[in-house]
């Protein structure tokens, strides 16, 4: 067979495995996107329309107007935020000692941090509440805070002690010459050097908290304290199924992470690159 022919064949079936993907992963997008800007009648019409006859916002002034998605929405932003901040700070801590401390056997310890990543939600959010309870931290930010960051700082500990040791020690180590602390070269030197890593581990704390349901069904009963998943779920409950209150919150839900994983994804890809995941 010609070459030319070959590479031609084999171009046509990459695109075609391309477009095979898009269909399977994006048509489930396209149709939640799609029956949220239908007439409520419409979403449940058999045989369903691809391409909607009518398009209606009624559904997303009925989100905002009659339900407590703002709400929901406010806690999400509020955890998802708590939980960024302090597992950033803790990871870098981490990731920088491990990497620039003599610890003995510090490569054991940054690789049982992965072994740690693999426990479920579910088995650890009973114990979770019972030492939450005692402690007052159910129906608390600072508890679900607490919780997502248990889960999310292994891996992103581990993340940090790989982009760490892409930094030269010989760079601090110019600083230290002229004076500047163990710290302030941590911050001005080794951070920025390790920045693609804080903002992969940045964006995958916010995706533990912004998509958890495990968590805030089991530490949370205050319903001004539901988080956006809960909130959603509570349309599927009843004799009723609002379809068109989910597709809607549904919509709204997935827009943050997939606007971070589109302006951000050179990090993501930098990040799982340095970690040997590619």
Not at 72 to 98: E, F, K, M
Not at 145 to 159: K, S
């Amino acid at each position: 067979m010609d070459a030319h022919v070959k590479n031609l064949g084999l171009g046509a079936a990459k695109y075609a495995g391309v477009v095979l993907l898009l269909v399977v992963f994006g048509f489930p997008f396209y149709w939640m996107f799609v029956s949220g800007i239908k007439p409520s009648a419409d979403i449940v019409q058999y045989p369903p329309q691809i391409i909607p006859s009518t398009v209606t916002l009624a559904n997303y002034e009925r989100l905002f107007e009659d339900t407590k998605y703002l709400l929901w929405l406010r806690n999400s932003l509020i955890v998802s935020i708590g939980n960024v901040v302090l597992s950033v700070v803790i990871s870098t801590l981490a990731g920088y000692g491990l990497t620039r401390y003599a610890i003995p056997y510090k490569k054991y310890i940054a690789m049982s941090f992965i072994f740690a990543y693999m426990f479920p939600p579910l088995m650890l959010g009973i114990p979770y509440y019972v030492v939450f309870d005692g402690l007052g931290l159910l129906n608390s930010y600072l508890g679900l805070v607490i919780a997502h960051a248990a889960v999310t700082i292994p891996f992103t500990t581990w993340l940090m002690w790989q982009f760490f040791q892409t930094v030269p020690i010989s760079w601090e180590e110019s600083a230290w010459v002229f004076g500047a602390s163990r710290f302030k070269s941590m911050i001005e030197i080794a951070t920025p050097g390790a920045l693609p890593g804080i903002i992969a581990s940045a964006i995958f704390a916010f995706g533990i908290s912004w998509g958890d349901y495990t968590f805030a069904l089991i530490l949370v009963d205050d319903p001004n304290m539901t988080l956006l998943t809960v909130g959603i779920d509570i349309y599927t409950q009843g004799a009723q199924v609002y379809w068109d209150l989910i597709m809607t919150g549904a919509t709204l839900l997935v827009l943050p992470p997939l606007i971070l994983v589109f302006t951000l994804n050179r990090y993501i890809l930098a990040g799982f690159s340095i970690s040997g995941f590619d």
